[in-house]
Protein backbone atom coordinates (compact mmCIF):
# COMPACT_ATOMS: atom_id res chain seq x y z
CA UNK A 1 0.00 0.00 0.00
CA UNK A 2 2.49 2.54 1.28
CA UNK A 3 4.68 1.39 -1.87
CA UNK A 4 2.23 1.90 -4.30
CA UNK A 5 1.26 5.41 -3.10
CA UNK A 6 5.20 6.24 -3.28
CA UNK A 7 5.00 5.04 -6.73
CA UNK A 8 1.84 7.37 -7.11
CA UNK A 9 2.72 10.74 -5.81
CA UNK A 10 6.28 10.02 -8.03
CA UNK A 11 3.81 10.14 -10.55
CA UNK A 12 2.17 12.98 -9.78
CA UNK A 13 5.63 14.85 -9.15
CA UNK A 14 6.89 13.82 -12.07
CA UNK A 15 3.53 14.77 -14.39
CA UNK A 16 3.60 18.24 -12.71
CA UNK A 17 7.62 18.56 -13.84
CA UNK A 18 6.92 17.87 -17.35
CA UNK A 19 3.85 20.19 -17.64
CA UNK A 20 5.89 22.60 -15.94
CA UNK A 21 8.78 22.34 -18.22
CA UNK A 22 6.28 22.63 -20.94
CA UNK A 23 4.71 25.75 -19.70
CA UNK A 24 8.10 27.64 -19.24
CA UNK A 25 9.02 26.87 -22.52
CA UNK A 26 5.74 27.98 -24.31
CA UNK A 27 5.77 31.26 -22.65
CA UNK A 28 9.27 32.34 -23.91
CA UNK A 29 8.32 30.87 -27.35
CA UNK A 30 6.00 33.49 -28.70
CA UNK A 31 6.48 34.19 -32.38
CA UNK A 32 8.31 36.77 -33.42
CA UNK A 33 5.42 38.46 -35.03
CA UNK A 34 3.56 40.45 -32.32
CA UNK A 35 0.07 40.99 -32.34
CA UNK A 36 -1.65 43.79 -34.26
CA UNK A 37 -3.44 46.16 -31.77
CA UNK A 38 -7.49 45.95 -32.34
CA UNK A 39 -8.02 49.31 -34.39
CA UNK A 40 -5.61 48.07 -36.96
CA UNK A 41 -6.25 44.27 -37.26
CA UNK A 42 -7.54 42.14 -39.92
CA UNK A 43 -10.35 40.80 -38.51
CA UNK A 44 -12.34 37.82 -41.10
CA UNK A 45 -15.94 37.51 -40.50
CA UNK A 46 -16.41 33.80 -40.23
CA UNK A 47 -19.21 33.06 -37.65
CA UNK A 48 -20.93 30.65 -39.01
CA UNK A 49 -17.75 28.50 -39.51
CA UNK A 50 -16.94 29.08 -35.62
CA UNK A 51 -21.02 28.43 -34.93
CA UNK A 52 -20.53 25.52 -36.75
CA UNK A 53 -16.77 24.36 -34.88
CA UNK A 54 -18.26 24.83 -31.27
CA UNK A 55 -21.22 22.78 -31.88
CA UNK A 56 -18.96 19.81 -33.03
CA UNK A 57 -16.42 20.23 -30.27
CA UNK A 58 -18.99 20.88 -27.72
CA UNK A 59 -20.74 17.25 -28.69
CA UNK A 60 -17.42 15.91 -29.06
CA UNK A 61 -16.48 17.32 -25.45
CA UNK A 62 -19.47 15.86 -24.15
CA UNK A 63 -18.71 12.28 -25.70
CA UNK A 64 -15.27 12.76 -23.78
CA UNK A 65 -17.01 13.55 -20.52
CA UNK A 66 -19.33 10.52 -20.71
CA UNK A 67 -15.89 8.40 -21.16
CA UNK A 68 -14.39 9.93 -18.23
CA UNK A 69 -17.42 9.23 -16.09
CA UNK A 70 -18.03 5.77 -17.24
CA UNK A 71 -14.54 4.21 -17.75
CA UNK A 72 -13.00 3.78 -14.31
CA UNK A 73 -16.42 2.22 -12.60
CA UNK A 74 -16.61 0.15 -15.88
CA UNK A 75 -13.83 -1.50 -15.39
CA UNK A 76 -13.85 -2.16 -11.75
CA UNK A 77 -17.92 -3.63 -11.84
CA UNK A 78 -16.75 -5.61 -14.83
CA UNK A 79 -13.49 -7.24 -14.17
CA UNK A 80 -12.66 -5.72 -10.29
CA UNK A 81 -9.57 -4.88 -9.08
CA UNK A 82 -6.11 -6.23 -10.24
CA UNK B 1 -7.36 56.77 -30.79
CA UNK B 2 -9.51 53.46 -29.97
CA UNK B 3 -12.85 53.11 -28.42
CA UNK B 4 -13.49 50.19 -26.05
CA UNK B 5 -17.39 50.03 -25.07
CA UNK B 6 -18.49 46.50 -24.78
CA UNK B 7 -17.43 44.06 -22.54
CA UNK B 8 -15.76 42.22 -25.60
CA UNK B 9 -13.90 45.29 -26.77
CA UNK B 10 -12.37 45.09 -23.42
CA UNK B 11 -9.16 43.23 -23.46
CA UNK B 12 -8.20 40.59 -20.67
CA UNK B 13 -5.11 42.69 -18.90
CA UNK B 14 -7.43 46.15 -18.78
CA UNK B 15 -8.17 45.58 -15.04
CA UNK B 16 -9.80 48.51 -13.33
CA UNK B 17 -8.31 48.07 -9.95
CA UNK B 18 -4.72 47.97 -11.78
CA UNK B 19 -3.94 44.58 -9.77
CA UNK B 20 -2.98 41.33 -11.98
CA UNK B 21 -5.88 39.65 -12.18
CA UNK B 22 -5.15 35.63 -12.06
CA UNK B 23 -7.65 34.14 -14.49
CA UNK B 24 -9.91 36.07 -17.38
CA UNK B 25 -13.11 35.02 -16.29
CA UNK B 26 -13.85 34.71 -12.23
CA UNK B 27 -14.93 30.98 -12.69
CA UNK B 28 -11.77 29.72 -14.45
CA UNK B 29 -10.26 28.18 -11.46
CA UNK B 30 -13.25 25.68 -11.43
CA UNK B 31 -13.18 24.98 -15.04
CA UNK B 32 -9.62 24.07 -14.77
CA UNK B 33 -10.46 21.78 -11.79
CA UNK B 34 -13.36 20.44 -13.43
CA UNK B 35 -10.97 19.41 -16.86
CA UNK B 36 -7.56 18.35 -14.45
CA UNK B 37 -10.22 15.84 -12.58
CA UNK B 38 -12.10 14.55 -15.55
CA UNK B 39 -8.68 14.27 -17.05
CA UNK B 40 -7.57 11.83 -14.87
CA UNK B 41 -10.04 9.57 -15.46
CA UNK B 42 -9.64 7.34 -12.37
CA UNK B 43 -11.25 10.74 -10.96
CA UNK B 44 -13.62 11.14 -13.55
CA UNK B 45 -17.08 10.69 -12.34
CA UNK B 46 -16.28 13.83 -10.24
CA UNK B 47 -14.67 16.19 -12.69
CA UNK B 48 -17.49 16.71 -15.09
CA UNK B 49 -19.67 17.86 -12.36
CA UNK B 50 -17.38 20.58 -11.46
CA UNK B 51 -16.72 21.53 -14.94
CA UNK B 52 -20.72 21.72 -15.26
CA UNK B 53 -20.37 24.67 -12.39
CA UNK B 54 -17.79 26.24 -14.18
CA UNK B 55 -19.60 26.09 -17.88
CA UNK B 56 -22.80 27.15 -15.66
CA UNK B 57 -20.90 30.44 -13.91
CA UNK B 58 -19.53 31.04 -17.56
CA UNK B 59 -22.74 30.90 -19.32
CA UNK B 60 -24.06 33.66 -16.91
CA UNK B 61 -21.77 35.94 -18.02
CA UNK B 62 -22.10 35.01 -21.53
CA UNK B 63 -25.52 36.37 -21.13
CA UNK B 64 -24.97 39.19 -19.22
CA UNK B 65 -22.32 40.39 -21.93
CA UNK B 66 -19.72 40.74 -18.89
CA UNK B 67 -17.14 38.23 -20.35
CA UNK B 68 -13.91 38.76 -21.96
CA UNK B 69 -13.55 35.35 -23.41
CA UNK B 70 -14.99 34.64 -26.73
CA UNK B 71 -17.74 31.28 -25.72
CA UNK B 72 -16.08 29.63 -28.41
CA UNK B 73 -12.90 29.83 -27.27
CA UNK B 74 -13.86 28.43 -23.66
CA UNK B 75 -15.72 25.68 -25.69
CA UNK B 76 -12.81 24.70 -27.81
CA UNK B 77 -9.96 25.13 -25.38
CA UNK B 78 -11.97 23.28 -22.77
CA UNK B 79 -12.34 20.37 -25.53
CA UNK B 80 -8.23 20.33 -25.68
CA UNK B 81 -7.66 20.39 -22.38
CA UNK B 82 -9.84 18.18 -21.31
CA UNK B 83 -8.63 16.09 -24.79
CA UNK B 84 -5.28 16.38 -23.75
CA UNK B 85 -4.98 15.27 -20.17
CA UNK B 86 -7.24 11.99 -20.72
CA UNK B 87 -4.33 11.22 -23.06
CA UNK B 88 -1.55 12.37 -21.00
CA UNK B 89 -2.94 10.62 -17.75
CA UNK B 90 -3.44 7.60 -18.43
CA UNK B 91 -0.53 6.89 -20.17
CA UNK B 92 1.66 8.46 -17.55
CA UNK B 93 0.41 5.49 -15.08
CA UNK B 94 1.37 3.22 -17.47
CA UNK B 95 5.04 4.96 -17.90
CA UNK B 96 5.14 5.34 -14.16
CA UNK B 97 2.93 3.16 -12.24
CA UNK B 98 2.19 0.19 -13.94
CA UNK B 99 3.56 -1.56 -11.17
CA UNK B 100 0.93 -0.42 -8.77
CA UNK B 101 -2.46 -1.49 -8.18
CA UNK B 102 -4.47 1.48 -9.20
CA UNK B 103 -2.69 1.66 -12.57
CA UNK B 104 -2.42 -1.67 -12.91
CA UNK B 105 -6.17 -2.39 -12.91
CA UNK B 106 -7.01 1.00 -14.70
CA UNK B 107 -4.36 0.22 -17.69
CA UNK B 108 -5.73 -3.51 -18.15
CA UNK B 109 -9.02 -2.74 -17.67
CA UNK B 110 -9.15 -0.21 -20.75
CA UNK B 111 -6.61 -3.26 -22.65
CA UNK B 112 -9.53 -5.83 -21.92
CA UNK B 113 -12.26 -3.29 -23.06
CA UNK B 114 -10.66 -1.41 -26.26
CA UNK B 115 -6.69 -2.59 -26.79
CA UNK B 116 -5.37 -5.81 -26.24
CA UNK B 117 -2.09 -4.33 -26.41
CA UNK B 118 -2.10 -3.12 -23.02
CA UNK B 119 -3.17 -6.40 -21.00
CA UNK B 120 -1.54 -9.16 -22.86
CA UNK B 121 1.99 -9.78 -21.44
CA UNK B 122 1.37 -6.29 -19.48
CA UNK B 123 4.93 -5.48 -17.55
CA UNK B 124 6.88 -8.30 -19.12
CA UNK B 125 8.93 -5.35 -21.40
CA UNK B 126 12.56 -3.92 -20.87
CA UNK B 127 10.51 -0.49 -19.19
CA UNK B 128 7.20 -2.30 -17.89
CA UNK B 129 3.68 -1.90 -18.89
CA UNK B 130 2.58 -1.72 -21.98
CA UNK B 131 5.17 -4.65 -23.81
CA UNK B 132 3.95 -3.82 -27.54
CA UNK B 133 7.18 -1.81 -29.17
CA UNK B 134 5.01 0.45 -31.42
CA UNK B 135 2.95 1.50 -28.59
CA UNK B 136 5.54 2.05 -26.43
CA UNK B 137 7.49 4.32 -28.49
CA UNK B 138 4.19 6.24 -29.43
CA UNK B 139 3.72 6.24 -25.50
CA UNK B 140 6.90 8.31 -25.14
CA UNK B 141 6.50 10.58 -27.49
CA UNK B 142 3.13 11.33 -26.50
CA UNK B 143 4.06 11.85 -22.01
CA UNK B 144 7.02 13.52 -22.81
CA UNK B 145 6.41 15.47 -25.94
CA UNK B 146 3.34 15.97 -27.47
CA UNK B 147 -0.02 15.73 -24.61
CA UNK B 148 2.14 17.96 -21.84
CA UNK B 149 2.19 20.54 -25.04
CA UNK B 150 -1.18 20.41 -25.63
CA UNK B 151 -2.72 20.79 -22.22
CA UNK B 152 -0.29 23.62 -21.12
CA UNK B 153 -1.01 25.09 -24.85
CA UNK B 154 -5.23 24.86 -24.22
CA UNK B 155 -4.66 26.63 -20.84
CA UNK B 156 -2.59 29.06 -22.13
CA UNK B 157 -4.90 29.62 -25.35
CA UNK B 158 -8.11 30.20 -22.39
CA UNK B 159 -6.47 32.25 -20.49
CA UNK B 160 -5.65 34.37 -23.64
CA UNK B 161 -1.89 34.29 -24.15
CA UNK B 162 0.26 35.51 -27.37
CA UNK B 163 2.35 32.26 -26.88
CA UNK B 164 -1.09 29.84 -26.17
CA UNK B 165 -2.68 30.48 -29.18
CA UNK B 166 0.59 30.07 -31.41
CA UNK B 167 1.30 26.47 -29.20
CA UNK B 168 -2.34 25.50 -30.15
CA UNK B 169 -1.53 25.47 -33.91
CA UNK B 170 1.68 24.13 -33.47
CA UNK B 171 0.41 21.39 -31.26
CA UNK B 172 -2.79 20.48 -33.23
CA UNK B 173 -0.63 19.56 -36.47
CA UNK B 174 1.39 17.39 -34.01
CA UNK B 175 -1.56 16.19 -33.04
CA UNK B 176 -2.61 15.39 -36.45
CA UNK B 177 0.66 13.78 -37.35
CA UNK B 178 0.79 11.25 -33.94
CA UNK B 179 -3.43 10.40 -34.91
CA UNK B 180 -2.84 9.21 -38.38
CA UNK B 181 0.59 7.41 -37.19
CA UNK B 182 -0.73 5.86 -34.05
CA UNK B 183 -4.25 4.81 -36.00
CA UNK B 184 -1.77 3.40 -38.88
CA UNK B 185 0.11 1.40 -35.54
CA UNK B 186 -3.22 -0.10 -34.13
CA UNK B 187 -4.94 -0.73 -37.29
CA UNK B 188 -1.71 -3.12 -38.68
CA UNK B 189 -1.45 -4.64 -35.07
CA UNK B 190 -5.34 -4.86 -35.40
CA UNK B 191 -4.86 -8.71 -35.19
CA UNK B 192 -2.42 -8.54 -31.44
CA UNK B 193 -4.63 -5.59 -30.52
CA UNK B 194 -8.39 -4.88 -31.32
CA UNK B 195 -9.07 -7.96 -31.76
CA UNK B 196 -8.39 -9.54 -28.65
CA UNK B 197 -10.93 -6.76 -26.87
CA UNK B 198 -14.23 -6.95 -25.91
CA UNK B 199 -15.25 -4.10 -27.99
CA UNK B 200 -13.46 -4.79 -31.42
CA UNK B 201 -13.71 -2.53 -34.42
CA UNK B 202 -16.61 -0.56 -32.35
CA UNK B 203 -13.97 0.36 -29.90
CA UNK B 204 -11.66 1.29 -32.57
CA UNK B 205 -14.12 3.92 -33.82
CA UNK B 206 -15.40 4.94 -30.25
CA UNK B 207 -12.17 6.19 -29.26
CA UNK B 208 -10.47 7.41 -32.58
CA UNK B 209 -13.40 9.71 -33.63
CA UNK B 210 -13.15 11.90 -30.39
CA UNK B 211 -9.28 12.28 -31.02
CA UNK B 212 -10.22 14.33 -34.51
CA UNK B 213 -9.99 17.40 -32.64
CA UNK B 214 -7.33 18.77 -34.93
CA UNK B 215 -9.10 18.66 -37.87
CA UNK B 216 -11.97 20.81 -36.42
CA UNK B 217 -9.52 23.23 -33.98
CA UNK B 218 -7.30 24.18 -36.72
CA UNK B 219 -10.13 25.82 -39.07
CA UNK B 220 -10.80 28.11 -36.16
CA UNK B 221 -7.82 28.70 -34.87
CA UNK B 222 -6.52 30.20 -37.87
CA UNK B 223 -9.45 31.99 -38.74
CA UNK B 224 -9.90 33.67 -35.24
CA UNK B 225 -9.11 37.49 -34.41
CA UNK B 226 -5.99 37.35 -33.25
CA UNK B 227 -5.32 40.68 -31.51
CA UNK B 228 -7.65 39.55 -28.53
CA UNK B 229 -4.61 37.06 -28.05
CA UNK B 230 -2.35 40.02 -26.06
CA UNK B 231 -1.76 39.03 -22.79
Known amino acids: MLHDALILAGMVAADALILAVWWFLGSRLVPAESSPPAAEATVTKTPLLHRVLTVICFILLVGLLVECMAMFPAILVRFGWS | MVLRETAADIGPTDIPSGKPRRWVEESDGWLLVGCILSGTMI????????????????????????NVRPWAATIIGTFCLVDGLINFSPWTFDTFAHNTVLGETFITGYGRFFDGAFYLDYNSGALGGVANHSEKMWQYLAVFILMPMRVVSAWAFMQMRTWGLHFMKVS??????????????????????????????AGWWMFNLFYLSPVFVLPYLYTVDKSRWSR
Do not use: H, Q
Open chain 2, 43 to 66: LGPIGPIVLGIAFWKLYKTVKAGT
Open chain 2, 172 to 201: AWLYLFLWTGYTMAMSLDFPVRMANSEFGV
